[in-house]
């Protein structure tokens, strides 16, 4: 059955910015009762003011994920609403650089808000859940999940290890048909998300096309609160990545690396910067980061006419073996 989300208590982190943001303009165009949480007050300000202004009740509780009790408190202020609906753990930060250059610090941080901050929201959460004896939790995970990101490589055992994470809670939770754990998978999107991260390369970063509009993912996690799936994929990258690393995931990543290195090669140099790892970005985020142009859409016909052929020739080395 659909579930009407009219009035339904949603909670969603990582609210302030990027898909956050989108997603809660997606909910409260259903005039969902919402909790908006990250680290930037001012900016979840603005998007909750943005969402009573399409009709929909907003409320704001900043926390850092990495903080359980935080966490906590998020939890029981939506719980005060009546109950928590549907949570959206969306909250994700990145660092880019070759491994031996960027801090363990820094790779310390991705792991613990990628994925150590999502498992933070289901400690909370899930409790909640078992009492009601319904609920869903929707982990906004990426194609990092199925293929690794060389020069990436704290996100990708973050995204790894997520994925392992909501499988396991999906097992465990199986006999709760009023409970559900629910993945997301979007391709690389247009978000501020690039332009907040850490930088370790001293290059200017960039996502290869084809690149999302946040949007498309915000209606995605809309669609599986109103009907519950237990992964969703967004976008034909998402899925070619997906089979090229089932058949050949060696070379798949030894590919991908060839490619960030040739882009590193040719990008603007910029300064070296922790970006919103350890605080909160200043500037007040929105849904776009600038990343899509009638150039990028013309690249990402020949990318993803190469990533089809890529994936295709490991299949077939993979069928061969």
């Known amino acids: 059955m659909t579930l009407d989300l009219t009035g339904r208590v949603v909670v969603i982190t990582g609210a302030s910015s990027g898909v956050g943001e989108a997603t809660a303009y ?13 680290r930037n007050r ?26 359980i009790d935080a966490v906590r408190h998020v939890a029981s202020q939506a719980f005060a609403l009546g ?35 999502h498992m933070n929201d289901a400690h909370a959460v899930l409790p ?26 704290a996100y990708s055992a973050s995204k790894f290890g997520l994925k392992g994470f909501t499988e396991a ?3 465990e939770l199986s006999d709760q048909p009023r409970i559900h754990i629910c993945d997301i998978y979007p391709a ?13 390369t001293g290059r200017k970063v960039s996502a290869p096309p084809p690149v999302y509009d946040a949007r498309r993912v915000a209606e995605a996690i809309v669609a599986t609160a109103e009907r519950p799936r237990d992964t969703v994929t967004i976008g034909a990258v998402t899925n070619l990545l997906r089979l090229s690393h089932l058949a050949a995931p060696n070379l798949t990543a030894s590919l991908m690396a060839m490619v960030m290195r040739s882009y590193f090669r040719r990008a603007d140099p910029v300064a070296i910067s922790n ?42 080395m993979a069928r061969r073996r």
Request: with cysteine; proline share 4%; glycine share 10%.
């Open 26 to 38: 997606a909910f409260a165009r259903r005039k969902a009762r919402l909790v908006l949480s990250a």
């Open 42 to 67: 001012d900016a979840l300000e603005h998007v909750a003011a943005a969402c009573r202004d399409l009709g929909a009740e907003a409320h704001v509780a900043s926390a850092d994920v990495t903080d």
């Open 169 to 171: 809670l999906r097992a």
């Open 83 to 117: 109950g928590i609906d549907v949570w959206v753990s969306n909250v994700g930060v990145g660092a880019v650089g070759s491994f031996t250059e960027t801090p363990m610090s820094a790779h310390e941080q991705v792991v613990r808000t990628n994925l150590i901050g």
């Open 128 to 153: 909640i859940f078992l009492r009601q004896k319904r609920g869903t939790f929707i982990n906004m995970i990426s194609l990092g999940g199925f293929a690794a990101a060389p020069f990436a490589a």
């Open 275 to 316: 970006g919103n790892l350890f605080a909160p970005s200043t500037d007040p985020g929105g849904i776009d980061g600038g990343l899509r142009s009638p150039q990028q859409r013309t690249a990402a016909v020949t990318f993803l006419a190469a990533l089809a052929a890529g994936a295709t020739v490991a299949y077939a």
């Open 188 to 200: 690389f999107l247009d978000t501020p998300g690039l332009r907040h991260g850490a930088n370790f």
